[in-house]
């Protein structure tokens, strides 16, 4: 004890694996798992409003201010006290996730984004965000299996956004990781679960010397 909990984010687009990948990371080094936009009752409130898609447009600042709104809740009830007591906390979506959707996607200024989210946050960031990309084929067919299984579950707010919207947010994580290298590490997400999740372990170690036996 005495030392502070690292954070670590699982980030990409749309069915790349993260919420597999958190979850394995977690309970792999033992870490509190969580997710985002979410994380906390209050916070998975806002989400439940953020991703509903039955009502209609929300302005983009709308969007941005309710996803950091979730995330101040997020961190002061779950997060800050973990990781001052000493945990570690693997989220499943985090800043990246709001610089690469309500920033590249939608076409907020990033840069206000990134103040936003600073101010947001009280100025906690990642330790490290994992990117997990994977060629745009591998995941339409990850798509396409994913909806054979779940007949019927229609796509939320977000999910529903037109390829080019998709394609920018995919780009927009390529560039935050690239010009960030000392907190982002860029991984493949193609191969399976259990490799993938070998890699993620990998990073963490070699980038926080975490999840060595301890
Ligand atoms: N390495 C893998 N190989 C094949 N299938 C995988 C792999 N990882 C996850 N899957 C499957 O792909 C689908 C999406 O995975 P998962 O839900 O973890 O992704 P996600 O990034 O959290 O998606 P979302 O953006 O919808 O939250 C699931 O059906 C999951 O079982
Ligand atoms: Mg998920």
């Excluded at 994913?146 to 394609?167: K, M, T, Y």
């Amino acid at each position: 004890m005495g030392t502070r909990g690292r954070l670590i984010a699982i980030e990409g687009g749309e069915g790349v694996g993260k919420s597999t990948q958190a979850a394995l990371l977690a309970s792999a080094i033992g870490a509190e798992a969580s997710r985002e936009p979410g994380g906390s009752p209050i916070a998975e409130r806002i989400r439940d409003l953020l991703l509903d898609r039955s009502l209609g447009v929300l302005a983009p600042r709308a969007e941005l201010y309710l996803m950091l709104a979730a995330r101040a809740e997020h961190l002061s009830s779950l997060i800050e006290p973990a990781l001052a007591a000493g945990r570690h906390v693997v989220v499943d979506r985090f800043a990246g996730s709001t610089l690469a959707y309500q920033g590249y996607g939608r076409g907020l200024p990033v840069e206000e984004v990134r103040r936003a989210c600073d101010l947001a946050s009280g100025g906690r960031w990642p330790d490290l965000s994992v990117l997990l990309d994977m060629p745009r084929d591998v995941a339409k067919r990850r798509r396409a299996a994913q909806q054979a299984q779940l007949p019927g579950v229609s796509p939320d707010r977000i999910e529903a956004e037109e390829p080019e919207f998709h394609r920018r947010v995919n780009e927009g994580f390529r560039e935050i990781a690239a010009d960030d290298t000392e907190h982002w590490v860029v991984l493949d997400g193609s191969a399976s679960a259990s490799e993938v999740a070998a890699e993620v372990l990998g990073a963490v170690r070699a980038r926080l010397g975490i999840g060595v036996s301890r």
